[in-house]
């Protein structure tokens, strides 16, 4: 199985601040990486597909980049609705797997 | 707008079988596949299979001995069958829609609200 590891397992951040987080296959993953958040009670909601394609309907200040085996996640101007959990996940290989979150807090 | 809903036991015993059933309104099975992903605290998101409108299924090794996805294209809805539980398979349990097909990059863009199972006797 490809691992997908992610980093830091949770900062903390302010309204406003600009936040990367970061997350490593263990092997090779092309473009083939997403990234998720998650509010307490809910479902994840994706952010982002194949690196860097925001899903519609979400805020321009999200994005992704990387390629191969390190990606990134950056939310620029953090708003008060960031504050959450993001996972993010290989889609290259089955069994699909996720990365073990990064929870954002203020 | 389409919207997946999981539904089942909430309390299994061991040994028995897990049943849950997604049911998806505002939109078709067609053209897509379907995933159950399950979440723990320890072990966080795991995906469990997906299956593909025509009946294809995928299952993550880990659970393939013991899984079972079906899909009933009359009903709109596509079912687990996770067999021989024990207390690690307690989990809250997603139903996700997989935009593959139509966008050429696979990803979870419709999650259900999840359901908690508990495995107890």
């Not at chain 2, 899984?67 to 596509?78: A, G």
């Amino acid at each position: 199985d490809i691992q997908m590891t992610q980093s830091p397992s949770s900062l903390s951040a302010s309204v406003g601040d600009r936040v990367t987080i970061t997350c490593r296959a263990s092997q090779t993953i092309g473009n083939f990486l997403n990234w998720y958040q998650q509010k307490p009670g809910k479902g994840p909601k994706l952010l982002i597909y194949g690196v860097s394609t925001l899903q519609s309907g979400v805020p321009s200040r999200f994005s992704g980049s990387g390629s191969g085996t390190d990606f990134a996640l950056t939310i620029n101007t953090l708003q008060p609705e960031d504050f959450a959990t993001y996972f993010c996940q290989q889609s290259y290989i089955t069994p699909l797997t996720f990365g073990g979150g990064t929870r954002v807090e203020i | 707008q389409v919207q997946l809903q999981e539904s089942g036991p909430g309390l299994v015993k061991p040994s028995e079988t897990l049943s849950l059933t997604c049911t998806v309104s505002g939109g078709s099975l067609n053209n897509y596949y379907w995933s159950w992903i399950r979440q723990t605290p320890g072990k966080g998101l795991e995906w469990i299979g997906y299956i593909y409108h025509s009946g294809s299924a995928y299952y993550n090794p880990s659970v393939k001995s013991r899984v079972i996805i079906s899909v009933d294209t009359s009903k709109n809805q596509f079912s687990l069958k996770l067999s021989s539980v024990t207390a690690a398979d307690t989990a809250l349990y997603y139903c996700a829609r997989d935009q593959q097909v139509v966008t050429a990059q696979p990803a979870f863009d419709i999650w259900g609200q999840g359901t908690t199972v508990t495995v107890s006797s």
